[in-house]
């Protein structure tokens, strides 16, 4: 029996290769070269079990939140002891949020803004909420799991 190579089996191995080469190089390496992060207090963040620590519950403030810039997360507190948490990519067009205030999470590139407690849209040109992030809180700190 031969084996004639067809352009099927070209294309098929080339795009397999390519596909490879594009996950080895998106493969969640950092090319900075650090491996910590720095605490809101300025020491070095801590990670186990529960995940890396983002902040203590009192640096949240209630009915606002608070912007993770590396993390590319806000953490909010909508009422007394209730913490959320979501990407601070505007779905509009992927900038990232800058501010938290009166209740939402303000997008400065064209003016969106979305409810610190469930993410949604309240003014546009964005139509579709923050996607939610998994935090959970142990003792006094805010971890992103």
């Known amino acids: 029996m031969t084996h004639e190579t067809t352009r099927r089996t070209v294309l098929l191995a ?17 090319d900075s070269g650090s491996t910590s992060t720095q605490s809101p207090t300025g020491e ?14 009192d640096e949240i403030p209630v009915g606002g939140g608070k912007i993770f810039k590396d993390e590319e997360v ?14 601070a990519i505007c779905t509009h067009q992927r900038c990232l949020v800058s501010t938290v205030s009166d209740g939402t999470i303000n997008c400065p590139c064209h003016g969106s803004k979305f409810k610190v407690a469930d993410g949604a849209v309240t003014h546009g040109p964005a139509t579709r909420p923050l996607p939610a992030e998994k935090i959970t809180v142990e003792g006094n700190s805010v971890r992103l799991t």
Do not use: H, M, R, W
Request: charged letters at 10%.
């Open 74 to 87: 806000v953490v909010t507190q909508p009422e007394q002891g209730q913490f959320k948490a979501f990407s």
């Open 14 to 30: 080339t795009g397999a290769t390519g596909a490879t080469a594009l996950v080895a190089a998106c493969g969640g390496s950092d």
């Open 44 to 57: 070095n963040a801590t990670s186990g079990p529960g995940g890396q620590v983002l902040a203590d519950i």
